[in-house]
């Protein structure tokens, strides 16, 4: 599985970015996915996850009310609505699938990964 994560960009605080991860290869309606977050100064830390048919999602609470998981399986896509965006959610952000289908929120769960993609909240 090759993971293609995009949308990140320069956003004041309070604003709104949506973030893709598009998938190529193996099955997409196999994979659990999800987002990570990583700043120098911080391990990798969990965002969201969603099941494999999008029923079930969790979220950290740092952004629960604030971000949103959506999967769109026809098009191999998993995306992250970020709304009020505040400066500590400046971060790289990474996709991730795995493939046990068990939500799981740690980065050691996750199998493959896509590149990150810079999102920066100026306040």
């Known amino acids: 599985v090759q993971l293609q994560a995009s949308g990140g960009g320069l956003v004041q605080a309070g604003g709104s970015l949506r973030l893709s991860c598009a998938a190529t290869?193996?099955?997409?309606?196999?994979?659990?996915m999800a987002w990570f977050r990583q700043t120098p100064r911080k391990e990798r830390e969990f965002v969201a996850e969603?099941?494999?048919?999008?029923?079930?999602?969790r979220y950290t609470d740092s952004v629960k009310g604030r971000f949103t998981i959506s999967r769109d399986n026809a098009e191999n896509t998993v995306y992250l609505q970020m709304n009020s965006l505040k400066p500590e959610d400046t971060a790289v952000y990474y996709c991730?699938?795995?493939?046990?289908?068990?939500?799981?929120?740690?980065?050691?769960?996750?199998?493959?990964w896509g590149q990150g993609t810079l999102v920066t909240v100026s306040s």
């Open positions: 991730a699938a795995e493939t046990t289908g068990i939500l799981y929120s740690s980065s050691s769960h996750y199998d493959f």
């Open positions: 290869g193996g099955t997409f309606g196999d994979n659990v």
């Open positions: 969603i099941s494999r048919r999008g029923g079930l999602t």
